[in-house]
């Protein structure tokens, strides 16, 4: 069926454009990794081998296409200070970023607070 195969070929870019998504990550990730001591920058826990899995990347400013090359966008964050810091904003970057353990990303660019976060943003 014609459809399907339009399907396909959309799936196929899809996967394409996510697996380059994945490579910058990776790439700032270990740039971030080399920059910084191996410690959750909020709650201090420190990381190393298995483990430091659990320590992602968090973009100061939200904007993951922000990766200036000294780390001064970046903070090295344990999933559970990440976690904390993005229900306070809201954001989505955090449902973006890194997927420690290799689980696939997440199925869509579903923004349920999108409205909400810009709300509040004008509130403050
Ligand atoms: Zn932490
Ligand atoms: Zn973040």
Redesign the pocket.
């Known amino acids: 069926m014609e459809s399907k195969k339009k399907q396909s070929e959309k799936d196929r870019l899809d996967r394409i454009i996510a697996e380059a998504r994945r490579k910058r990550e990776q790439g700032y990730r270990e740039q971030a990794l080399k920059i910084f001591p191996w410690v ?1 920058a ?4 420190e990381f190393s081998g298995k483990k430091l899995r659990e320590l992602t990347v968090h973009h100061k400013d939200h904007n993951h296409d922000n990766n200036p090359p000294d780390g001064s966008n970046w903070e090295l ?2 999933l ?2 990440h976690d904390n810091e993005h229900s306070r904003h809201l954001d989505q970057e955090w449902y973006e970023d890194e997927t420690p353990g290799g689980e696939e990303e997440t199925p869509s660019k579903y923004k349920p607070f999108a409205d909400l976060a810009s709300l509040l943003k004008d509130k403050k």
């Not at 909020?42 to 826990?45: A, E, K, L, N, T």
């Open positions: 959750c909020r709650c201090g826990r964050m344990c559970y200070c």
